[in-house]
């Protein structure tokens, strides 16, 4: 029995490709006539050949079943719900971690902040305190002036001269003037002989004597 190649393929379901692949492993018995190619076999093979054929085909081009392809999209959903669920932990990851070094910032600006705040508390305390200081003291050197300035203008009286009209009275030079006063100038806050008014010095020699500090 014979088949042309085309008759063949479409007895046993098979392609040219096939076929020609057969023919020339010598698989395959066959003649030329006019040009055409013929498949040349037993009859009581045709059977055999036809099964031979079909378990090829399966093998080659396996039967894809609806279920088959369900069964790969939902491998491949599975795949990609898996690689979602892998990205978000590692979003959530990186955003606790810029969290936290957010705060950790946080905490360094707030603890730096805090010991100037600390630095410029005790500053201005110092400040207020020398302040209170300098304010004592002048009130203390205000009483003591008004004080001063108290007994010399009750003890000043038509007895008394002013140190300069005093020193210019002696026809001494000005050098020794100049002296003289410096002398009267250092203690006349701490020695009753001297009285001061309006910034004025005054002698009293009906009661006091003055020869130590007039000495040339």
Known sequence: MRLTIDEYCKHFKMSK?????????????????NGITYITFPE??????KEVAKET????KPKTTVATVLALYQKENN???NKIIQLELKIDKLIDDKEQMLRDERDKIEQLYSKKDEQLK???????????LEREKTTLHEVETFNHEKKTEITYNTDTIELKKYLKSLGIKASQRKIIKKRF?????SDTRIMQKNG?????????????????
């Open 79 to 81: 795949a990609l719900k």
């Open 44 to 49: 009581d093979s045709l059977n055999r050949e």
């Open 122 to 132: 005790n500053i201005l305390e110092l400040i207020n305190s020398k302040i209170e």
């Open 17 to 33: 490709e096939m076929i020609n692949s057969k023919i020339k492993a010598k698989k395959l018995n066959y003649i030329m006539e």
């Open 185 to 189: 100038l250092d203690i006349y806050d």
């Open 57 to 60: 085909t399966k093998l080659i």
């Open 200 to 216: 004025k010095l005054y002698l009293n020699f009906s009661k006091y004597d003055y020869s130590d500090l007039l000495a040339k």
